[in-house]
């Protein structure tokens, strides 16, 4: 798989519309949007991921042979244009927004500047991509706010939608806050730890449950956690775990990591029972750890009941986001470059309020309260404004624009959060380690307010247009209603 290429990884109708500019001799430099509607989960945020991968595809983008001889073998395109394509790579601009960055609804993501051909073609990869990364590292962030600071594995490869799900999901959880999976594959692809113990089966192919947490303890004596619900886990596994963890400490061999999981019966009643044996017992360091169909909801109830869990192993409710299974980026026109090199904004109208787009060719900027260090709002504005943090910023909602704030200067800080990728077809970016990404999503998430982060009615982080931007948008409404009329 890690050789596959992606090129085809494209909707027929990419390449139809490909051929169409092509035939009609459409060069035009385009600006497209990769951005995202509403946050999954009913969520106040998300966690964007999966730009190293984008990268890669645009790296590799190229039609081989067997690419050329299939889409011949279609009956659909004729041979210059297939010629065209023997030859083709991409040569355009892409701006992003950093991996394990906060993000919000409507906010330009994923920005492609380039002769539209080549822009129409990289839709549905980048799209793939990004929607997927992104709804799982939202889900895992989600989850690790439950869990309010006690690891949070993830485990779900054998129940993810395929090997590449599996894989990419796994990358994308240790960015949203995982610390570490159980899936070797991506711990070796992507230099992540790798964590597990053993399961049900390796206690029941023993005489007794005692002999296997014996041999396993002698296997592994420094990471020691053992499975302890196989037969009974009040009345056998605990105590047969604390017998192993007394012969261990009596005979000199350090507890370094050690501990309990479950994965069945009533995790709240059962880990305050297991935590007062084990701390009568002399272990009061003693991990529990606890599985079995867990997400941030159930989580969150158990921490409420007072669970003695310091260890959380998600895994099918993670892996595939169970509750909300899709992340609706989508990918919109924006601007074509006019033959004196400027943007001429395009938008999309639609009934729905929602899918009307913002125009023109654009950036955006995350503005923090100074005294807090708190997210205040984003600002999607067009690239070529400038705003001085010294003078008065006024804010508004773009949907109800009567809806207005003015920041004090001095009061807040501006970052421009897209940085510039690919350069002319030529990657200017260097993607940082999946650790690296997971300790910098950390830090973004620190910047939120609690009131953003609860589950249920979080506080909405606005995302508002600039004046210039809003008036462009204005204007464009009324051109067109004086084109209907």
Known sequence: MSTLNLTLLTDLYELTMMQGYFKNKNRDIVVFDAFYRNNPCDGGYSVCAGLAQVIDYIENLHFDTGDIAYLKSLGMFDDDFLEYLADFRFSGDIYAVPEGSLIFPREPLVKVIAPIMEAQ??????????????????????????AGGDGVMEFGLRRAQGPDSGIYGARAAVIGGCRGTSNVLAGQMFDIPVLGTHAHSWIMSFPDEYTAFRRYADLYPG???????????????????????TELRDAGIPLTYYGIRMDSGDLAYLSKKARHMLDEAGFPDAVISA??????????????????ITSWGVGTNLITAKDNPAFGGVYKLAAVQDKDGNFQPKIKLSENVEKVTNPGNKTFY????????????????????????????KLFDPNAPWKKTRLPGGSYTMRQ?????????????????????????????????????????????????????????????????????
């Open 121 to 146: 073609l990289v839709e549905t990869a980048i799209l793939n991509i990004v929607n997927h990364q992104s709804l799982i590292a939202t889900k895992a962030a989600r989850v690790c706010y439950a």
């Open 417 to 485: 959060m897209p940085v510039p990728v690919i350069k002319a077809g030529r990657t200017v970016y260097k993607s940082p380690t999946v650790m690296e990404i997971r300790a910098v999503c950390e830090k973004e998430k620190d910047t939120l307010w609690d009131e953003t982060k609860r589950f249920v009615n979080p506080q909405e982080i606005y995302v508002d247009l600039s004046q210039k931007l809003y008036d462009m948008k204005t204007e464009l409404f009324h051109k067109m209603n004086r084109e209907d009329n």
């Open 366 to 393: 995350r503005i923090y309260d100074k005294a807090t260090g708190k997210i205040k709002a984003d600002l999607i504005c067009l690239c070529d404004e400038v705003f001085d943090e010294h003078a008065d910023l």
């Open 291 to 308: 599985s079995n169909d867990l997400d941030e909801y159930l989580i969150e109830t158990l921490k409420q009941q007072g669970a003695a």
């Open 223 to 245: 990471a020691c956690i053992l499975l302890v619900d196989t037969y009974d886990t009040l009345k056998s596994g605990v105590p047969n775990a604390i017998r192993v963890f």
